[in-house]
């Protein structure tokens, strides 16, 4: 009867430390899932922030240009 005991705790402990593994795998896979969106957020804000910093020079930029040669042609026609 002890044999039969200790083979009966035996699998217990095998279907607990089955599901406690694959409740681990879950875990696991949840958490590398929202470190991978994590790291794709970051990386479009970063490209976003980029994006807007290039936006604003360029309409700088254009609105430099515009008036220089606004001012250039206003120079020629009363020059």
């Known amino acids: ?40 957020r970051a990386k479009v804000h970063r490209h976003g922030s980029l994006r807007f910093a290039v936006l604003v020079l360029v309409l700088v930029a254009t609105a430099v240009l515009v008036t220089v040669a606004m001012f250039e042609t206003l120079y020629i026609v009363m020059g």
């Open 1 to 40: 009867m002890g044999m039969r005991n200790s083979l009966a705790q035996f699998e217990e402990a095998f279907v607990e430390e089955t599901y406690a593994d694959r409740e681990r795998r879950v875990a696991v896979t949840r958490e590398v899932a929202a470190r991978a969106d994590e790291r794709r």
